[in-house]
C-alpha cells in the first residue's frame, strides 16, 4: 500500500478570494471534520490555477461531499456539473451559481452521454479557470467489492472536445461514513479517507484524428484502469482482472438493488 500523510497544500488564488464558498466551508467542514479526516498520497495535488476535470471513482451516497472536502484541502474549489434546470429553483439556484457549479442541458446531442452541453460546460471552466468533478461512472459502481465498473464516455468526451487536462483520482473509506444504498451516516468513531490524485492523461494519441466512438471508447478504459490502479494502491489489494459491466449481469445502471 502507499503510504499516505497528512498535505497541507497551499490555496490556490481562487480559493483565497471571498466567495460563497467561505460560507459554505464556514457551515460543512467543521460536522464533517468531526467525522472524516483526511490522508493523502505524498504524489496528490492539483494545477495551482487553471481548469481541469478531476474524475473519481463512486460507491458511496456521500462521496460527492468528501470529494468537495479533498478538493478544497487540495487549495482548489469544488464544483460538479449538475443538471442546469435545478439552476432555476429558489435559493437553490442562487447558491449553485454563487458556488460556480456548471450547468449542463440535458437535451438533444448529449442526451444519454451525460455530457449535454459540454462545450458549453467547457467554455465556462476555460472562462473561469476553474475545475470540475465529473463521476465517470455516471452512478454508484455495481461491483460486489466496490471496485470501478465500467465507464461512461462524459468526463473523456469533455475532455477530449475542450483541451482541459483530465485528472484520475481515487479514494477509500466513505463507505466507513455511508455504505453503498446505506441510509444513515455513521459518524463516530472517526474515519479515515485515503485520497490519491493520479497525474493527468495524455490523450494526445486520441486527438490526433478524428476523435470517433473507437477513440473515445479506447480513452474511457484508459480512465477506468487509471482510477482502478490508484484504488489499488490505496487498498493494498488486487482488483478484477475485468471492470464490471452490468449489462453482463443482468442489472440496471441507475438505482438501488
Known amino acids: 500500500m502507499t503510504e499516505t500523510v497528512k498535505l497541507r497544500s497551499r490555496p490556490s ?46 460507491y458511496s451516497e456521500i462521496d ?9 484541502h487540495l487549495g482548489r474549489l469544488p464544483r460538479f456539473m449538475a443538471k442546469a434546470s435545478l439552476f432555476k429553483v429558489p435559493v437553490l439556484g442562487w447558491l449553485m451559481r454563487a458556488s460556480g457549479q456548471v450547468p449542463v442541458e440535458r437535451e438533444g446531442a448529449g442526451r444519454g452521454t451525460g455530457t449535454g452541453g459540454a462545450l458549453g460546460a467547457a467554455g465556462s471552466l476555460i ?19 466496490l471496485w470501478p465498473m465500467r465507464g461512461k464516455s462524459g468526463a473523456v468526451r469533455l475532455a477530449l ?21 446505506g441510509k444513515k451516516i455513521h459518524p463516530f468513531p472517526r474515519k479515515t479517507i485515503e485520497v490519491s490524485v ?54 440496471s445502471e441507475t438505482g438501488r438493488f
Do not use: C
Not at 19 to 46: C, D, E, H, K, N
Not at 216 to 237: F, P, Q, S
Open 64 to 72: 460527492p461531499i468528501a470529494m468537495g472536502a479533498a478538493v478544497w
Open 198 to 251: 493520479g497525474e493527468p492523461l495524455d490523450l494526445s494519441k486520441y486527438r490526433a484524428g478524428h476523435i470517433d466512438q473507437k477513440a473515445i471508447n479506447a480513452a474511457t478504459a484508459e480512465l477506468m484502469k487509471a482510477i482502478t490502479d490508484l484504488l489499488a494502491d490505496l487498498r493494498g489489494e488486487t482488483p478484477p482482472p475485468e471492470r464490471w459491466d452490468p449489462n453482463k449481469h443482468q442489472q
Open 127 to 145: 472562462k473561469n479557470d476553474s475545475g470540475v468533478i465529473v463521476y465517470p461512472e455516471g452512478t454508484l459502481t455495481r461491483d460486489p467489492d
Open 161 to 181: 472536445e475542450s483541451g482541459i487536462p483530465l485528472i484520475p483520482v481515487a479514494h477509500w473509506g466513505t463507505q466507513k461514513l455511508m455504505p453503498r444504498y
Open 13 to 58: 488564488a481562487e480559493k483565497r478570494r471571498p466567495s460563497a464558498f467561505w460560507i459554505l466551508a464556514g457551515v460543512t467542514l467543521p460536522a464533517w471534520s468531526l467525522m472524516a479526516r483526511y490522508r493523502f498520497t505524498p504524489q496528490s495535488q492539483l494545477p495551482r490555477s487553471g481548469p481541469f476535470i478531476l474524475a473519481p471513482n463512486h
